[in-house]
């Protein structure tokens, strides 16, 4: 009956699937295509690759503040009518980023519009309509979903390139946000639902789960928030920081960035085996496993500094983690909180990823800086991964959210 279960579920929503994995790449362009217009930003206006890129820290500060108010649009409003017109805005935000110079306010200022259209593409949006699809098939699904960050870091700054040399940097972000209005925006019109939120005159899904003050008061809500802090933290700080961490290691700059690409390949391993064992295998045990995986990788790192083999074990290890506790958090906030609220109670936890985020590298740089060493951030992830292990692995039973009343 499961597989059955399973087997209607995509029969009936892989394309919300694939529409919500657009989008999720969509929600990726200012990471993946930001580095390659530094160059040419320096050249013409003389700006420091720290003015640049300041412009990216907008975006962490509004998503922590407004990912809770997305959730709450979500849950009132649904996710269609969130990211279809958030979409298109991103996208002529993207668009509007030609315009800037040569004050390097004005750059900065229109990355604050990118910011602002920004906070409709969160994870809530995205994690609650394919939640509320998917229950037999959720963990694949979700994981499925988020590898549309694996396929912007692998063809954004491929294209990016392409169109800067062909149309210069102006010419390019027009060209990039006309791009992805084309292909995703009408994918989402198409195909993205919130089965929560359906057409007048179609039956509604009924909702089951915790109710945001039920949720908010809960054990298992504050050990999420907490998890997904700390395994952001840690895992952000180091990606960020991979290839400096190798070359402190005692690898060569040319062996290290061979090395983290190993990053990209596990990662999407990693999503895909976690989210299909969500679906087989009980939730906190995998979500521990998958979490805890960043403590051996800097034990590994710190004990054997410079072995090529344990260094190459130890970013596999990575790699996996990388992939899987994106997912553990969302599937197992899913599972906790229910759909009733979902995207209130999720936005809190979206947060705190976010927060995480912005923290990870901030903090691997200052303890960098502070000793010329990366030990001190190496030791810190160990208990800081151990804690996030443990916060996940005694969340206990799921709730039999099916036994309370439901609402439509």
Known sequence: MAGSSALQEWKSGWLLVLAAGLGVSLGSIHIYATGLFIQPLEAEFGWSRAQITGGLSLLAVFGVLFSPVVGVAVDRWGSRRIAVPGSLFFCLSLMGLSLAGPSILSWWLLWGVVALAAVPLKPTVWSTAVSAKFTASRGLALAIMLCGTGVGSSLIPIVTHFLIGALGWRGAYVALGGLFAVIVVPALWLFFVDVRHQDKGRPQQALTGWTAREGLRTRQFHQLW?????????????????????????????????????????????????????????????????????????????????????????????????GGEYDA???????????????????????????GVGLGPLIASH??????????????????????????????RYPDHEAAPATT
Do not use: E, K
């Open 226 to 322: 907490i998890a997904a802090l700390l395994v952001t933290t840690i895992i952000v700080g180091f990606v960020v920081h991979l290839v400096p961490m190798l070359n402190w290691a005692g690898l060569d700059r040319g062996t290290a960035v061979s090395i983290a690409g190993i990053v990209g390949v596990t990662s999407v391993a990693g999503r895909l085996i976690v989210g299909f064992l969500f679906d087989r295998q009980a939730g906190p045990p995998l979500g521990m496993a998958s979490v805890s995986l960043p403590v051996f990788t800097a034990l590994l790192l710190l004990l054997f500094p410079g072995s090529i083999p344990v260094i190459l074990v130890a970013i596999f290890l990575l790699g996996l983690s990388v």
């Open 329 to 355: 958090i969302i599937y197992l906030s899913t599972r906790y909180f229910g759909m009733r609220n979902f995207g209130t109670l999720f936005g809190f936890v979206a947060a705190a990823l976010l927060a």
């Open 367 to 396: 303890l960098y800086d502070q000793t010329g060493s990366y030990q001190s951030f190496l030791l810190l992830a160990i208990p800081a991964g151990a804690l996030c292990a443990v916060l996940i692995g005694t969340l206990g």
